[in-house]
């Protein structure tokens, strides 16, 4: 199936006639990015697919008023990230848990998980990501497995394109440490 452009649906999205058309090719141009891109953040599959419909229903909603100073497919990608963090904050301040603990929780349950199937190295990875403070993992995950470039995300985060390199660095050296710490330890 041929790639709709992004422009191709916003045209199509400003006519009341292809609106809905234009929401359905921009749903299966996207869903899995964003999906794959909440899932790595929140863990769980089914929060990951709850926090995914609401990230379509605010595009849905505010995509007349998207103002193409921007890619799509970044604007999306930042009410994704926007929709995680509000979410594990509501969960750390919900169960009134510290960050540590969140991330244990998290980690449990990436374990139990029946929708993992990564191998043991790859589960490493992600218990590794689960002890980085958020940004952090945030800035990893984008650069790691989404394979945006600095600008990109900086335009998603609002962060200088240094720190999020010196952030990337940090994130980076912190996993290699939890790695090699985690092979002494077997």
């Known amino acids: 199936m041929k790639q709709v452009e992004d422009e191709e649906i916003l045209e199509k999205f400003s ?7 234009a929401f359905n090719l921009l749903i299966s141009k996207y869903q899995e990015k964003i999906y794959w ?16 419909q609401e990230v379509f229903i605010k595009v849905w909603k505010s995509l007349a008023k ?3 100073d921007s890619k799509l497919y970044t604007w999306i990608y930042r009410i994704a990230t926007n929709e995680c963090i509000t979410f594990l904050n509501k969960k750390k301040q919900r169960n009134q848990t510290p960050l540590d603990e969140v ?11 029946s929708y993992f199937n990564g191998d043991k190295i790859q589960m490493k990875l992600q218990q590794a990501l689960l002890t980085l403070p958020e940004k952090q993992r945030l800035i990893f995950n984008m650069k790691y497995y989404d394979d945006l470039k ?16 010196a952030s990337f660095h ?13 092979e002494i330890s077997l």
């Open 37 to 52: 891109h909440v899932r790595r953040l929140v863990i769980d599959h089914d929060d990951a697919d709850d926090l995914v």
């Open 170 to 182: 940090i994130a980076v050296k912190k996993i290699e440490v939890f790695m090699l710490n985690d």
């Open 103 to 113: 991330a244990e929780e998290l980690s449990e349950s990436l374990i139990a998980s």
């Open 66 to 68: 998207f103002r193409n």
């Open 150 to 165: 600095y600008d990109e995300i900086s335009a998603i985060l609002g962060t200088s394109v240094g720190a999020l390199k």
């Open 15 to 21: 006519n009341e006639n292809t609106r809905n058309e």
